[in-house]
């Protein structure tokens, strides 16, 4: 695959998915959607590890930097997910929060899905399934210890989501034959998901007797502007209610972040600076904008809330 050599970057856009509702006509590679955060890892000499927002996290994940660094290349950025396994080997999204929280991150696994630069060359205008053949033949050049490549599910994408549904995974990520890597939201990158999760901005709480009765959470709408989405309940017990409510005490502000506040008559209402991310799981949105039959899930420390909004399949179907 001759290239022209350019610029090692620093930093690169993550090439992000859009949500469909169902599988698209064309001609599609499927993956299993990962059940944990996003990582690109940079190797140029040394190894660094960066979030889907460019926070440097290779202090967290010294293990993983190791077992990296054992590629015999330079010049390389690899994009994938970072999870924990549990006891069937699927990803277990609260155990990962664990690991980071504790700093015990030894037993993470890095799913390598893509690699946009490859020896200092760019291959973001390579077709993905080249980029994901020479990348295939990258980690097998030295067996790694916590490093896999994310395989092709071999499967029409209707039974593969079935599949992965009943065995409690989170969906399949679906890419487009002879796509380049744009680094941005677009068609090409797809996930189709079992259930509907997805983050979103703590506003404030409601009062109980232990602390917190219910989160108040939040969106950006169309035009940017926050706007109320509803409460949580289910989910808010022991160490998550602690360690919110250690998060939550610092950000607490005098008035609503909101122009429109929500009427809450005969609730005691805490609000908050918007500036955390919680991963919920519900029902529906309702017309109004609301979650119906929320459950929260866990905090997450890897995406900032200005970057937080309905994920929408309106407009790729």
């Avoid at 970072?82 to 980071?100: I, R, S």
Wanted: aromatic letters at 8%; hydrophobic letters at 40%; glycine letters at 8%.
């Amino acid at each position: 695959m001759a290239s022209k050599k350019t610029a090692f970057p620093q930093r690169i856009q993550p090439q992000l998915v859009s949500l469909v509702g169902r599988p698209p006509a064309g001609e599609w590679l499927f993956e299993h959607k990962f059940d944990g955060y996003r990582l690109l890892a940079r190797l140029d000499g040394q190894v660094s590890l960066f979030t889907r927002n460019g926070f440097d996290w290779t202090h967290r994940m010294p293990r993983l930097a190791q077992d990296l660094a054992r590629l015999p290349v330079r010049g390389v950025w690899l994009d994938g997910e970072v999870v924990v396994l549990d006891d069937d080997g699927k990803p277990a999204f609260q155990p990962l929060q664990a690991a980071f929280s504790t700093g015990k991150t030894e037993h993470l696994v890095f799913y390598v899905f893509d690699m946009p630069f490859y020896d200092g060359t760019d291959l973001r205008e390579k077709p993905v399934e080249q980029r994901r053949e020479l990348l295939s033949v990258l980690l097998d050049q030295c067996e790694l210890a916590c490093v896999r490549f994310s395989e092709t599910l071999d499967a029409d994408p209707i039974s593969l989501l079935d599949s992965a549904c009943r065995l409690g995974l989170e969906g399949l990520i679906g890419k487009r034959r002879g796509s380049r890597y744009s680094g941005e939201r677009g068609p090409d990158w797809i996930k189709l998901k079992c259930n509907n999760r997805q983050e979103f901005i703590v506003l404030g709480y409601t009062r109980a007797t232990t602390g917190i009765k219910s989160l108040l959470i939040g969106l950006h709408d169309d035009d940017g502007q926050l706007v109320y989405a509803g409460r949580v309940r289910s989910g808010l017990s022991g160490r998550h209610l602690d360690q919110l409510r250690a998060r939550l005490s610092p950000l607490t502000l005098k008035h609503s972040p909101l122009a429109t506040p929500p009427a809450l008559r005969g609730e005691s209402v805490v609000w908050v600076d918007p500036q955390l991310v919680v991963e919920v799981k519900f029902l529906e949105i309702t017309p109004s904008g609301k979650v119906r039959h929320a459950v929260y899930v866990a905090m997450r420390e890897d995406k900032p809330a200005s970057g937080i909004s309905l994920e929408s399949d309106s407009d790729l179907l």
